[in-house]
Structures are given as structure tokens and as C-alpha cells.
């Protein structure tokens, strides 16, 4: 061990008379473990709601929707077929879109209506967790109503007062024409599921009816909305639905998930980086502790100082002592804030839940978030941005102290001792 990583390692433990140099010594270390911890953590739940945010999202919509610019789509089992050659595409289904109103005993609200393949729609999209019923009671199965199926959200069957196999009124807001005029359309169905996605949004708004009774009930003839797609790669979903338009050309439109949800992505980016820019200050706060540490040590030991080099020391050999002690300050809080850091952030559900256990405290209300936990989703190659930024900002606090301690005259220090 070289003389000046031993002596660096000794300032680190003050005497009993410097009894305040080593508090503030852990004060120093503290900053840095708190501000590398809560970096780790708090980047790691943002990384967790962003992955259950898309996962919901993707769960009950494509990857890719593909349409007509003039409105219906005709000939899309032909379509279909010549999507199977694209690169990149797993699976692709039919669907409608329209705006309904359903009805039950005095209780009505609008919804949006969507017509789904129960051949191939589940190939690409997943309604989330069926509480009551099943999608193949659509297609007739298990369906002893004599009445069109329907599926729909927790919230609305709610909102609507509807169990399974109830009928509900389903009104077309455009309407047929009548000798009376323009009549809305009205048909009874039955409830033969009850899903839930975990988005309120979706759970009180979505009813699935099966592809050929939207059709009849819609006077769509053969015509679909359009197509949605799965593909392998969702994050290679806009070049996928590039290539797709550049196959089908015109008339056809292909949007990917990301487009058709840029703005909330941007906006948990953009939150992403302002908390990072935010709990890095924390790790600067204790980078001025560092320094001002090793000031005060400098000015403690400035006799030690002025002996070695009357004893020969260098003053490069002086300013690496004290670099030694500030980067092993920032060292030692950046080991234990990455390990403190990870295994919260391994644990955070299990936390929650102990939380809840103990002082029947909801962190996350399920009919606010709809979560039961906490998410937490570690991103490794932050955890070494984290680490290198705090070693390197450490480094460079330890600096300036090491400086003036190598510039310090000796004969001017012993003159007065």
C-alpha cells in the first residue's frame, strides 16, 4: 500500500479532538448514499408505471391500425393475407368502430361500440382479465338468450347496473329513416362478459359485440373499420407500419401505437428526466459536504502536512491523499446507495404491502390508480449512469481542497508551531 493511500485512509477516522471532521465525514457519505438510493428508486418506479402504462394500453388496443383514407374497408380479408409477407407482422384481425348508447331501466351512457373477429382477434388483442363470462359467448356458444352478444367493462356494467346474461339496449345514434323521420336505432343484447383492463378509461367505455352483429347492426354490409396488427417487435412498430404503407400504397394509412399515444409517452419521458435533473441535486448538496470535509481537514492537518514534505513528499503525493479520502467519501455512498437503491426497488411491492399490513395505509388506491402495487422496473443501464455520475462528481469535488492542501508552504505552517 502506497503512503498516500494509508494516510488517506487514517484522515478518514479522526481523533477524539476532531470528533466533528468525522461527523461530518458521514454526513458527507450519507448525502451521497441518499441521493444515489433515491435516483435508483424513484427512476425505477417511473420505469414500472411507464411499462404497466403501455402494457394496458397494448393489452386491449394493436400495435398497429391500419385504415382507408375514403372511410370502409371492403376487401380486407385480401388485405389480410398480403400483411402475412410483411416483415415484423405476427397477426392481424378486422374490427369496427362506433358510437353507441346503451340503455338498462332508466340508466344510459354512451359508449363506444367495437366490433370484433372471435376467430382472430385474439391473436392480437387481449381484453384483460374476464370477471364473468367469456369472448367465445359472441360467437353463439354458450349463449342461451336467443339474443347478440355483448361484452363489456366493470365500470360500465357498473355504471348500467348489469349482470351477466342481462339484456341491454344498444341505440344507434345515427338513426334509420322512417316515414316519421330519422328514428334511432335500438336492439336489445345480452351481457355474456364482464372484463376488466385495469384502465378506467377503457372498463367504462368499450362494449364488444362479434364482427358479423355490428355489421347488421351498423348496415355495414361486408365493409370493416379497418385492421389492427401485431407485430413482433413493438418498438419497431413505426417502421413496421412504414413498410406496410409503402407494400398496400394508397388509399391505405398505417398509425402505430406510439404515434396514436405520443403525447402521454413524451410526457413521461419529459417527468423522467426532470426528476433525474431534480434528485441529482441531492448528489451535488453532498458533493459540497465532500468538499467542505476536506477543507477542514486540510486546515486540521496542515502541520501533518507541512512534515511530509519537509520529510519529502511531493506536492502531487499531498493532493493524492486527499483525493484518495474525498473519492473513497464518494465511493463508499455510491456502493451503498446502488445496493440500498436496488434491493428497494427489487422489494418495492413487497414494501407496499408491508405498509398496508401494518398501519392500513393504501399507498395506491385501486379506484384512484387502479394498481394494487407500487411498479417497479429496474433499468441497469441507468443504475451505471447513476454510478459513474456520482463517482465522477465526487472525484471532481475532492479537487480543489487537494489543491490548496498540495500549495501549502511548510516553513510558513512549522514557523508558528
Not at 18 to 30: C, D, K, P, R
Not at 72 to 99: C, W
Request: charged share 20%; aromatic share 10%; net charge neutral.
Amino acid at each position: 500500500m502506497s503512503y498516500e493511500f494509508f494516510i488517506g485512509l487514517r484522515y478518514l477516522r479522526a481523533k477524539r479532538k476532531q470528533t466533528f471532521i468525522s461527523v461530518n465525514t458521514f454526513i458527507s457519505v450519507a448525502g451521497v448514499f441518499l441521493g444515489v438510493a433515491a435516483l435508483i428508486i424513484v427512476l425505477s418506479v417511473m420505469n414500472g408505471f411507464e411499462i404497466e402504462l403501455r402494457d394496458k394500453i397494448l393489452g386491449i388496443n394493436s400495435h398497429i391500425v391500419l385504415m382507408e383514407y375514403s372511410g370502409g374497408m371492403k376487401n380486407h380479408k385480401q388485405v389480410m393475407k398480403e400483411l402475412r409477407s410483411v416483415d415484423g407482422v405476427v397477426a392481424s384481425t378486422p374490427f369496427i368502430y362506433g358510437q353507441a348508447m346503451l340503455k338498462n331501466e332508466g340508466r344510459a351512457t354512451g359508449a363506444v361500440l367495437r366490433g370484433m373477429s372471435t376467430e382472430t382477434s385474439a391473436d392480437v388483442i387481449s381484453l384483460g382479465k374476464m370477471i364473468e363470462g367469456d369472448i367465445a359467448y359472441l360467437s353463439g356458444r354458450g349463449n342461451d338468450t336467443g339474443l347478440p352478444g355483448v361484452i363489456i367493462g366493470k365500470e360500465l356494467a357498473q355504471n348500467l347496473g348489469l349482470l351477466l346474461f342481462d339484456s341491454v339496449e344498444i341505440l344507434l345514434p345515427m338513426g334509420i329513416p322512417t316515414p316519421m323521420g330519422v328514428v334511432p336505432k335500438i336492439k336489445k343484447f345480452s351481457v355474456v362478459g364482464i372484463f376488466e383492463s385495469g384502465s378506467y378509461e377503457y372498463d367504462s367505455s368499450l362494449a364488444f359485440v362479434s364482427l358479423e352483429d355490428c355489421k347488421k347492426f351498423l348496415n355495414m354490409q361486408d365493409e370493416v373499420t379497418g385492421i389492427e396488427i401485431k407485430v413482433k417487435d413493438i418498438f419497431g412498430a413505426d417502421r413496421i407500419a412504414k413498410a406496410i404503407e409503402e407494400k398496400l400504397g394508397y388509399p391505405y394509412w398505417a398509425r402505430s401505437w406510439m404515434v396514436m399515444n405520443k403525447n402521454l409517452f413524451s410526457a413521461l419521458k419529459l417527468e423522467r428526466r426532470v426528476m433525474f435533473i431534480i434528485l441529482s441535486l441531492v448528489v451535488l448538496v453532498a458533493a459540497f459536504n465532500i468538499i467542505t470535509t476536506l477543507i477542514m481537514t486540510v486546515m486540521e492537518k496542515a502541520k501533518d502536512i507541512a512534515i511530509l514534505k519537509s520529510m519529502g513528499a511531493t506536492a502531487r503525493g499531498i493532493m493524492k491523499i486527499f483525493m484518495i479520502e474525498g473519492i473513497v467519501i464518494g465511493a463508499i455512498g455510491t456502493v451503498l446507495g446502488c445496493i440500498t437503491g436496488i434491493t428497494v426497488a427489487l422489494n418495492l411491492e413487497w414494501l407496499s404491502r408491508s405498509v398496508e399490513d401494518l398501519f392500513g395505509f393504501k399507498i395506491l388506491p385501486k379506484g384512484v390508480y387502479y394498481l394494487n402495487d407500487i411498479p417497479s422496473q429496474i433499468n441497469y443501464e441507468e443504475v451505471v449512469v447513476i454510478l459513474i455520475a456520482a463517482l465522477l462528481i465526487s472525484f471532481l469535488a475532492a479537487i480543489y481542497p487537494s489543491w490548496r492542501a498540495s500549495r501549502l508552504d511548510p516553513a510558513e505552517v512549522l514557523r508558528y508551531e
